[in-house]
């Protein structure tokens, strides 16, 4: 999902649909130049409500970094709740 303007991209929102009824959203970016704007939260209500509800999710689920405090505060103001933490490996 894009959200544009003056015909820029200022907003994105990957979101893929798993077909057990999963909804995974991943990398929500708004431009820094357009934050505390409701842009992120525009973008994920339009997806849940518009596409995810006619396309039969039953979970949602999303990864955010425990430091991002804002992205966190916007997710618990759409519902959503903490399940678990987990750790990023690499092998060199």
């Known amino acids: 999902?894009?959200?544009k303007h003056n015909n820029e991209v200022i907003g994105t929102l990957l979101a893929v649909l798993v077909p057990q009824g999963?909804?995974?959203i991943g990398d929500v970016f708004v431009h820094p130049n357009y934050r505390r704007q409701n842009i992120a939260?525009?973008?994920l209500i339009r997806l849940i409500d518009e596409w995810a509800v006619a396309n039969g999710?039953?979970?949602i689920w999303l990864q955010v970094e425990k430091v991002n405090t804002e992205a966190l505060d916007l997710y618990h103001k759409l519902g959503m709740t903490k399940l678990y933490e987990y750790y990023y490996m690499k092998r060199f």
Do not use: A
Request: charged share 10%; proline share 0%.
């Open 22 to 24: 999963y909804l995974y």
């Open 41 to 43: 939260t525009s973008m």
């Open 1 to 3: 999902m894009l959200t």
């Open 57 to 59: 999710v039953k979970y």
